[in-house]
C-alpha cells in the first residue's frame, strides 16, 4: 500500500506540476505503473469519428519484460465492438477488473490472453461529465487480485485526470477567447467601456468616442460623461438599470438606447455588460460593449419587405419546397404543394412528407448523414393519381429552433419544361450538393476532358478547380493504372458504372490513392454526354492493407526459419553425441582390465564425460521439444486413465533410483476418477516438475508429489524443500532459458519449466509456483477432467 500511495502522490504532483498535458498523462501512468507493481498501465482516449465512438492507444508505461503496444495500429481506430462488455459500465464511471481466466465473455476473454493478461484493471476517465476514456493497468505475470481500497483509490487518479483535462479545455477557451474578443472588437469597431465601482474610474477604450465622432481626447473618462450623453427619455431608466444590476436585482444589463454624437443627432446603440467580483463576492468592476446599431434599425423596415418578397418568391417557384424534421415530420410547405399535388397545406402539416411518395425507402434518409439525397420519385396527389417528381433533400440548420432539419425540394418533371431551363436548374441543385459532400466531384466530356470539379479538390489533391477544368484527367493518372482506367472508361460509356481504385499525381507531385465511382450523364433523347465521378482518398486504408500484409508475412518467414533451425541444430548434436556415448561404452570394457588404482582416476573422468552427455542430450531434448510447440508440429492423443496409476508408474519408471538414494513421497485420495489427457505431454510435465524438485534439493528431505480430486478440476503439487527461488525472479521462472541467480552450480537447460507451461496451457491447465529461498517451493497444476477438442485446436 505505501508504493500505491507513493505512486499516487507522484501522478497527482505531475497532473498539478506538468504545463503539458501530454507530458502530465505520461509521467501519471509512469509513475503509477513503477509504483503499484503492474506489467503494463496505458490511456485508451475516446474520439468521435463520423458518428461513432472510437478508441485510441495513446499512452503507455511497460516495464521491462513486457512487450510494449504503443504505436500498433491495430489498438487504435476501433469501437468497443473490439473489447466487448466494457462500454456501458466505463460509460457508467464504474471501473472493471478481475482475473482473465474468471471472465465469462468469451471474446473479451481471448482477446487479453492473446496479449498474455492474467489480471486486469480498467477505470474511466470523465472530463466535464465526458467520458473522455480510460486508463487500464495488465498484470502479465500474476493473477492479481484487486482489492476495494486499491481499486477506488486508482478510480480517484482517473477522476483527478478528469479534473486536469476540465482544467486544461477551460484555459485553452478561455486564452481564445480572451484573443478572438481583441480581434473581434477590432475588427468590427465596437466600442468598450470599464468601470471599477470601487475606485469609480472609467475608462472607455476601442471605437467608443470615435463611433459618437468625438477623438479620444476630448471627453473625459468619467461616468458623467456617460450619463450627459444618455438620451432625456433613457436616463432614468438606463441609471436605474445599472443600480439593478449592481445590486443583484436583475440577471443580465443589456438592451438598446440612444447616445447623443457630437453632431447632436442620436445614435441607437446596443450595450451589454459583465460584473467582475472580487474575493469577498461584491461587485468590483463592469466591463460592457456598445455595439452601433443605426444600420439595423434602417434595415429593419427593408428586411420586413425583403421578408414578403422572399414569401412570394418562395410561393410563386414552380418546385414544392418544403421543411422537416429529422423524422419527415412537415413543418413548412409553399403554395405550391396544394398547386401540384392538390393536398390541404393545413392538414399536411405535422404528418410524414414520406406519406406522400409512391417509391422512397425512408431508410435512405439515413444517408443524409453523409451526403445530399437526389432522386426520381412518384408522388401521390388528392385524388390518388401519380406524378412523376425530382426530390432533393439535404440536411441543414434550424437558427429558431437550434436543430438539424431536412430541407427539400419536389419539381413536377411531368410538365413540359424547356430543356434549357432544366438544365440550369438540375446544375445549380447539383453543385449544391457537390459542394456540401467531402467527396471529390467531377464531369467529364465522353472522351475524359474534365468540364466540373467541386470546391473540396484543392483540399484532396492541390489544384484549385480552376487548374483542373479543361484538362485530359489521364496526365494525373499514374502510368501503371491507366491500363485499367481504360478499360474501365469504356465499360462506363457502355453503361456499366463501376467503381475503379488508382493513384492520383497531386500538385506538389506525391500520389494519392483515389477510390472512383461513375455514371454515365444522359441529355433528354438519352444520347451519352458525358460522365460523372465521385472519388474519395483512400490512401491511409491502402497503406494499412500493405503494411499489415508485409508484417505477416515476415513473421510466417521468422517462425519456420526460427523452427526449422531448431529442428537442425538439435538433429546435428545428436549425432557427435551418440559417437561420443559409445565410444564411452567402449572405454568402459577397456578400462576393466586397468588396475584398481589407474581405474578409479579414470573412473572420474569417465563420469564426467557421461553426466555432461547426460546433459547435452536433455537439452537437446528440450530443445526439439520447444521447437516443436512453438511450429504447431505437436498432435494431441487424448485417452482416459486413471492419474493416481500413471503417476505411480511415471515414478517407478523415471525416480526408483536416485543417486542420493532419496524417494519421491506421493501422496493421494482413494477416489480415482478418470481424467481424459495426453499421456505423453502429462509425462513431460511431471518429468520435467520431479526432477527440479530432486535436482534443487539434493541433502534435503523427500520431495512430494500429491494429487487432489476437486469438483470441476484435478490439481497436483510437486513440493521439495530445496533451495527455492529469490522473490523477485519467481515471475521470470517460466521465461526461456530463465535460470536463478541461486542456481550456478546445479547444472540445467533452462527451457523445463517453460516446456511444462506449454504443454500445460495447451491441455487447458494452469501451472503457478510458490517459493521461500531455502525452504520450500510449490509448483502447482490444474487441469481440467474432460478436455473439450475444439479448445485444443
Known amino acids: 500500500m505505501k508504493l500505491l500511495l507513493k505512486g499516487i502522490s507522484e501522478a497527482n504532483n505531475f497532473l498539478l506540476k506538468e504545463k503539458n498535458i501530454h507530458d502530465a498523462l505520461q509521467n501519471c501512468i509512469t509513475a503509477l505503473g513503477q509504483n503499484i507493481n503492474v506489467d503494463r498501465c496505458y490511456i485508451f482516449q475516446n474520439e468521435i469519428v463520423e458518428g461513432e465512438l472510437i478508441l485510441n492507444y495513446e499512452y503507455e508505461w511497460c516495464n521491462k519484460n513486457t512487450e510494449p503496444f504503443i504505436g500498433n495500429p491495430e489498438l487504435s481506430g476501433h469501437n468497443y465492438d473490439t473489447l466487448p462488455g466494457l462500454y456501458i459500465p466505463l460509460s457508467q464511471n464504474l471501473p472493471v477488473y478481475g482475473l482473465v481466466k474468471d471472465s465469462s465473455n468469451r471474446l473479451f476473454k481471448e482477446v487479453m490472453e492473446m496479449q498474455n493478461i492474467k489480471a486486469y484493471l480498467f477505470t474511466p476517465i470523465f472530463s466535464d461529465g465526458f467520458f473522455w476514456g480510460w486508463i487500464g493497468f495488465d498484470d502479465c505475470e500474476n493473477e492479481r487480485i484487486w482489492t476495494e481500497d486499491v481499486v477506488s483509490t486508482l478510480h480517484t487518479v482517473a477522476h483527478n485526470i478528469g479534473l486536469r483535462l476540465s482544467q486544461d479545455t477551460v484555459t485553452s477557451k478561455l486564452e481564445n477567447t480572451l484573443f478572438e474578443l481583441d480581434f473581434y472588437m477590432k475588427s468590427s469597431k465596437q466600442a468598450k467601456w470599464e468601470w471599477n465601482i470601487k475606485t469609480n474610474q472609467v475608462i472607455f477604450s476601442y471605437n467608443w468616442f470615435g463611433m459618437l465622432g468625438y477623438e479620444d481626447d476630448e471627453l473625459e473618462h468619467s461616468v458623467a460623461t456617460w450619463e450627459s450623453l444618455l438620451h432625456p427619455e433613457d436616463k432614468l431608466r438606463i441609471k436605474q438599470k445599472v443600480n439593478d444590476y449592481i445590486n443583484n436585482k436583475i440577471e443580465q444589463y443589456e438592451g438598446i438606447t440612444r447616445i447623443r454624437s457630437k453632431s447632436g443627432n442620436y445614435v441607437w446603440v446596443k450595450y451589454s455588460a459583465l460584473k467582475i467580483l472580487d474575493n469577498d463576492g461584491n461587485v468590483e468592476k463592469i466591463i460592457g460593449t456598445h455595439i452601433d446599431i443605426n444600420d439595423i434599425k434602417e434595415k429593419e423596415l427593408e428586411l420586413a419587405n425583403q421578408r414578403n418578397e422572399y414569401d412570394h418568391l418562395i410561393n410563386n417557384l414552380a418546385e414544392i419546397i418544403f421543411k422537416t424534421d429529422l423524422k419527415g415530420n412537415l413543418f413548412f410547405l409553399n403554395d405550391q404543394w396544394e398547386k401540384i399535388t392538390e393536398h390541404s397545406i393545413e392538414t399536411c402539416l405535422g404528418t410524414s412528407i414520406f406519406n406522400y411518395f409512391e417509391n422512397f425507402n425512408i431508410d435512405e434518409v439515413k444517408e443524409l448523414l453523409l451526403h445530399p439525397i437526389s432522386k426520381e420519385v412518384q408522388l401521390i396527389k388528392k385524388n390518388k393519381e401519380h406524378i412523376w417528381g425530382l426530390i432533393q433533400l439535404n440536411i441543414d440548420f434550424d437558427i429558431s429552433s437550434q436543430k438539424k432539419i431536412i430541407i427539400g425540394s419536389i419539381t413536377d418533371i411531368n410538365d413540359t419544361i424547356n430543356f434549357k431551363n432544366k438544365l440550369e436548374i438540375s446544375e445549380q441543385k447539383y453543385k449544391f450538393i457537390a459542394e456540401n459532400t467531402s467527396d471529390l466531384i467531377m464531369q467529364h466530356l465522353i472522351d475524359g476532358t474534365i468540364t466540373y470539379v467541386s470546391q473540396n479538390s484543392e483540399k484532396i489533391t492541390g489544384y484549385k478547380p480552376e487548374e483542373l477544368i479543361d484538362q485530359n484527367p489521364y496526365n494525373y493518372y499514374h502510368p501503371e493504372d491507366i491500363e485499367i482506367i481504360s478499360k474501365q472508361h469504356q465499360n462506363i460509356l457502355n453503361n456499366k458504372n463501376e ?106 573422468i569417465k563420469n564426467r564425460i557421461h553426466n555432461e552427455v547426460n546433459r547435452m542430450t536433455e537439452l537437446m531434448n528440450n530443445i526439439l521439444i520447444y521447437g516443436a510447440f512453438e511450429s504447431n508440429n505437436l498432435k494431441i492423443d487424448l485417452k482416459e486413465f486413471h492419474l493416481n496409476t500413471f503417476v505411480e508408474n511415471l515414478i517407478d519408471t523415471y525416480f526408483f533410483n536416485e543417486i542420493d538414494g532419496r524417494k519421491i513421497i506421493f501422496e493421494s485420495e482413494d477416489y480415482q476418477p478418470l481424467i481424459e489427457s495426453d499421456e505423453s505431454l502429462l509425462t513431460h510435465i511431471l518429468n520435467n516438475l520431479i526432477s527440479n524438485s530432486f535436482k534443487y534439493s539434493i541433502g534435503s528431505s523427500n520431495p512430494i508429489i500429491r494429487i487432489s480430486y476437486l469438483e470441476k478440476r484435478f490439481k497436483i503439487e510437486v513440493i521439495d524443500f530445496g533451495i527455492g527461488i529469490p522473490e523477485n525472479e519467481i515471475k521470470h521462472m517460466f521465461q526461456s532459458f530463465f535460470r536463478g541467480s541461486n542456481t550456478s552450480t546445479i547444472k540445467g537447460s533452462g527451457l523445463g519449466l517453460i516446456i511444462a507451461k506449454q504443454f500445460t496451457e495447451l491441455l487447458n491447465g494452469t501451472i503457478s509456483m510458490i517459493s521461500k529461498e531455502n525452504e520450500i517451493t510449490i509448483v502447482t497444476l490444474e487441469f481440467p477432467y474432460k478436455q473439450n477438442l475444439r479448445s485444443l485446436n
Open 499 to 604: 467503381i475503379v481504385t488508382f493513384r492520383f499525381k497531386k500538385k506538389n507531385g506525391k500520389y494519392i490513392w483515389l477510390e472512383t465511382y461513375s455514371k454515365t450523364l444522359f441529355d433528354e433523347k438519352n444520347n451519352i454526354i458525358g460522365l460523372q465521378t465521385s472519388s474519395r482518398d483512400i490512401t491511409k486504408r491502402v497503406k494499412d492493407k500493405e503494411n499489415v500484409e508485409k508484417a505477416l508475412e515476415r513473421e510466417k518467414e521468422l517462425n519456420e526459419l526460427k523452427s526449422g533451425f531448431v529442428s537442425m541444430v538439435s538433429h546435428q548434436f545428436r549425432t557427435p553425441l551418440s559417437v561420443i556415448y559409445s565410444n564411452l561404452e567402449l572405454l568402459n570394457f577397456r578400462i576393466a582390465k586397468i588396475e584398481d588404482e589407474k581405474r578409479s582416476e579414470i573412473d572420474l
